[in-house]
């Protein structure tokens, strides 16, 4: 649901706010219908497009395709340390700002492994992590403020950019054993001793949306611990740091090119990919509650780890059809008209300066859509000029 606002916009406080301008109207979570065949709001359709891995390399530099973590079927008892040091809430943002667009190395893994794509046949590209935020804003479960800026490119191709307060954390905040598990659990490919992430890009059908998404993918599952490995690093020995591929000029200068491409790896079977949990081994696990996160990045496999403060005791492996529940598909449809709302918003405008989606808990419900932000690096006009036509 949609509704005008002309009253007098209140002084914008707080990052979250920075730079954007006039209210144009706000959102509200649509009535949810009294029955919803999960088939009519089911991912359909879903095709790996792209995916690059981030290296700790010290200029921005990224393998295409990459590879994920291979998990390594370790079987517990094993004790493993809490998680420390720095770690990553945004890796793309982390890696890319203040210079670059976090989105410019999705378009960049785009243009290589799939420089016939059509753009126009995408309602929406977006990261994982907005279609959760805005999943948990229309159940009623969002926790955090949280921000989005949207942008138009082509004739009706949206856009929507991840935005973090912080794209790193560490410190004395209290961790978990997350990033510790995957360490203990996965083993790092040959060849890719300097990678810090695996990327994927999908496209596929979001009831009657056409989507492109990108989200982080913690392992795969090869079969045996060897199985694969040698086709998939082959030739590993004459890798080379490269320039990127060569694109249409505009004549400007490029913020591609400050990104560095290794091309080696394989794009791994979806069916391959695992998600990556650790919980309490007391009480039961919330499948409902990680469900979303496999649902909207297609990752058919699911792997929670059960501890006792670091002390792992069991490993249990669900399949995405295994966690499903009535509970868990929740929101969906709703979430669905909310993407509609958004995209028909940005395509009436046109090309320009785009809208920002903020969702402060003090709104009570609503999401504000403003004048987009202004400021900050945009999406390299090279990686984007055979889409904007």
């Not at 790996?48 to 921005?60: D, E, F, I, K, M």
């Not at 959760?132 to 004739?155: E, M, Y």
């Not at 496209?203 to 611990?225: H, K, M, N, T």
């Given at each position: 649901?949609?509704?005008?606002?002309?009253?007098?916009?209140?002084?914008?406080?707080?990052?979250?706010?920075?730079?954007?301008?006039?209210?144009?109207?706000?959102?509200?979570?649509?009535?949810?219908?009294?029955?919803?065949?999960?088939?009519?709001?089911?991912?359909?359709?879903?095709?790996?497009?792209?995916?690059?891995n981030w290296t700790s390399a010290r200029?921005?530099?990224?393998?295409?395709?990459?590879?994920?973590?291979?998990?390594?079927?370790?079987?517990?008892?094993?004790?493993?340390?809490?998680?420390?040091?720095?770690?990553?809430?945004?890796?793309n943002a982390a890696r890319c700002l203040?210079?670059?667009?976090?989105?410019?190395?999705?378009?960049?893994?785009?243009?290589?492994?799939?420089?016939?794509?059509?753009?126009?046949?995408?309602?929406?590209?977006?990261?994982?992590?907005?279609?959760?935020?805005?999943?948990?804003?229309?159940?009623?479960?969002?926790?955090?403020?949280?921000?989005?800026?949207?942008?138009?490119?082509?004739?009706?191709?949206?856009?929507?950019?991840?935005?973090?307060?912080?794209?790193?954390?560490?410190?004395?905040?209290?961790?978990?054993?997350?990033?510790?598990?995957?360490?203990?659990?996965?083993?790092?490919?040959?060849?890719?001793?300097?990678?810090?992430?695996?990327?994927?890009?999908?496209?596929?059908?979001?009831?009657?949306?056409?989507?492109l998404c990108r989200f982080e993918a913690?392992?795969?599952?090869?079969?045996?611990?060897?199985?694969?490995?040698?086709?998939?690093?082959?030739?590993?020995?004459?890798?080379?740091?490269?320039?990127?591929?060569?694109?249409?000029?505009?004549?400007?200068?490029?913020?591609?090119?400050?990104?560095?491409?290794?091309?080696?790896?394989?794009?791994?079977?979806?069916?391959?990919?695992?998600?990556?949990?650790?919980?309490?081994?007391?009480?039961?696990?919330?499948?409902?509650?990680?469900?979303?996160?496999?649902?909207?990045?297609?990752?058919?496999?699911?792997?929670?780890?059960?501890?006792?403060?670091?002390?792992?005791?069991?490993?249990?492996?669900?399949?995405?059809?295994?966690?499903?529940?009535?509970?868990?598909?929740?929101?969906?449809?709703?979430?669905?008209?909310?993407?509609?709302?958004?995209?028909?918003?940005?395509?009436?405008?046109?090309?320009?300066?785009?809208?920002?989606?903020?969702?402060?808990?003090?709104?009570?419900?609503?999401?504000?859509?403003?004048?987009?932000?202004?400021?900050?690096?945009?999406?390299?006009?090279?990686?984007?000029?055979?889409?904007?036509?």
């Amino acid at each position: 649901m949609m509704s005008s606002s002309r009253t007098r916009p209140r002084r914008l406080r707080g990052a979250i706010r920075s730079g954007v301008g006039e209210l144009i109207r706000t959102l509200e979570v649509p009535e949810a219908k009294s029955s919803v065949d999960f088939n009519e709001v089911a991912i359909s359709d879903l095709q790996p497009v792209a995916s690059y891995n981030w290296t700790s390399a010290r200029s921005p530099t990224i393998i295409i395709p990459g590879c994920p973590m291979v998990w390594t079927k370790k079987e517990p008892p094993f004790t493993i340390p809490r998680d420390s040091g720095v770690s990553y809430i945004d890796q793309n943002a982390a890696r890319c700002l203040p210079l670059m667009n976090p989105l410019n190395p999705l378009f960049l893994a785009l243009n290589v492994m799939a420089p016939e794509f059509d753009m126009a046949s995408v309602d929406l590209v977006t990261d994982r992590n907005n279609l959760r935020k805005l999943h948990r804003w229309v159940t009623n479960s969002a926790d955090k403020d949280f921000r989005i800026d949207v942008q138009l490119i082509g004739r009706e191709t949206v856009v929507l950019r991840r935005w973090e307060m912080h794209n790193t954390e560490g410190g004395n905040k209290s961790r978990g054993y997350g990033h510790s598990f995957e360490r203990e659990t996965t083993s790092v490919p040959p060849g890719f001793e300097g990678s810090t992430s695996h990327h994927r890009i999908v496209r596929y059908s979001f009831g009657s949306l056409r989507i492109l998404c990108r989200f982080e993918a913690d392992a795969c599952d090869l079969g045996s611990p060897s199985d694969g490995l040698e086709e998939l690093v082959g030739g590993f020995s004459q890798i080379k740091v490269s320039a990127p591929p060569k694109l249409p000029s505009t004549g400007g200068p490029t913020k591609a090119s400050k990104i560095r491409v290794v091309r080696a790896g394989q794009l791994v079977p979806q069916s391959s990919l695992m998600e990556l949990k650790t919980r309490s081994a007391k009480g039961n696990v919330r499948w409902k509650d990680i469900w979303p996160q496999a649902f909207f990045s297609g990752t058919p496999t699911v792997v929670v780890g059960r501890h006792e403060e670091g002390n792992f005791v069991s490993i249990e492996r669900k399949s995405f059809e295994g966690m499903y529940s009535e509970q868990a598909g929740v929101g969906l449809e709703q979430l669905i008209q909310v993407l509609k709302d958004i995209r028909d918003i940005v395509v009436s405008r046109g090309k320009g300066r785009g809208v920002t989606l903020i969702c402060e808990r003090s709104q009570r419900g609503r999401i504000e859509v403003r004048e987009g932000a202004v400021g900050g690096p945009a999406i390299s006009s090279e990686l984007l000029a055979k889409y904007q036509s």
